[in-house]
């Protein structure tokens, strides 16, 4: 560049800021050198679960500038007037699915999320079997421990509460040969003491 001449604008909507490195992005700034935006996304929750992340934290793989990524699947004929389409993962909320019947059609995220402000919880179960049968899983998952009706939540704390008995236990059966100095050579030497 003989001229020394500079290109501040960037995609459709997005502004470099020499002065501070940032590229503006219509609504909030984005910082190239942590590949994520340093203010919010506008609107909330609703562009992903991180307000602050960009393409997965990953501009280098997940890269579209133009748009031209299709992710849309093909649509599915279901039976009785029904069909399904799975759309795959665009912008990192994972897969969704669209669903039309004679009487109506909508939208709903894999294991019972949203997708397009709309769930599960409207589609008719034929539209949720034929959607199994094509690898999507429309309703949330129901874990739950063999043998029992506790579910992976409980399982999960009551492990951990058994793990810090035991802790104590075992740290207490370290600090008795400190009790007694004949044992003393029998205590096992930490490297760092916890």
């Given at each position: 560049?003989?001229?020394?001449?500079?290109?501040?604008?960037?995609l459709?909507g997005?502004?470099?800021?020499?002065e501070?490195?940032?590229?503006?992005?219509?609504h909030?700034?984005?910082?190239?050198?942590?590949?994520?935006?340093?203010?919010?996304?506008?609107?909330?929750?609703?562009?992903?679960?991180?307000?602050?992340?960009?393409v997965?934290n990953?501009?280098?793989?997940?890269?579209?500038?133009?748009g031209?990524?299709?992710?849309?699947g093909?649509?599915?004929?279901?039976?009785k007037?029904?069909?399904?389409?799975i759309?795959?993962?665009?912008?990192?909320?994972?897969?969704?699915?669209h669903?039309?019947?004679?009487?109506?059609?909508g939208?709903?995220?894999e294991?019972?999320?949203?997708?397009?402000g709309?769930?599960?919880s409207?589609?008719?179960?034929s539209?949720?079997?034929c959607a199994?049968?094509?690898?999507f899983?429309?309703?949330?998952?129901?874990?739950?421990?063999?043998?029992?009706?506790?579910?992976?939540?409980?399982a999960v704390?009551?492990?951990?509460?058994?793990i810090?008995v035991?802790?104590?236990?075992?740290?207490?059966?370290?600090?008795i040969?400190?009790?007694?100095?004949?044992?003393?050579?029998?205590?096992?030497?930490?490297?760092?003491?916890?």
């Amino acid at each position: 560049n003989p001229n020394n001449l500079q290109q501040l604008i960037r995609l459709p909507g997005q502004q470099w800021d020499k002065e501070s490195g940032l590229y503006y992005n219509r609504h909030r700034y984005y910082d190239p050198a942590q590949g994520r935006y340093i203010t919010q996304d506008p609107i909330g929750l609703d562009g992903g679960l991180n307000s602050y992340s960009y393409v997965k934290n990953n501009p280098v793989n997940w890269i579209d500038p133009l748009g031209l990524a299709h992710t849309s699947g093909k649509w599915k004929d279901c039976g009785k007037g029904c069909r399904i389409r799975i759309d795959g993962d665009a912008v990192g909320d994972g897969r969704h699915l669209h669903w039309e019947c004679k009487n109506g059609g909508g939208v709903m995220g894999e294991f019972g999320g949203q997708s397009h402000g709309d769930d599960y919880s409207s589609a008719p179960n034929s539209i949720k079997k034929c959607a199994r049968k094509y690898g999507f899983e429309p309703e949330q998952s129901k874990l739950t421990c063999k043998d029992s009706e506790t579910s992976a939540t409980e399982a999960v704390v009551a492990t951990g509460a058994t793990i810090g008995v035991g802790y104590i236990i075992y740290r207490v059966i370290r600090m008795i040969p400190s009790l007694a100095p004949p044992l003393w050579p029998t205590i096992p030497v930490n490297a760092v003491t916890p």
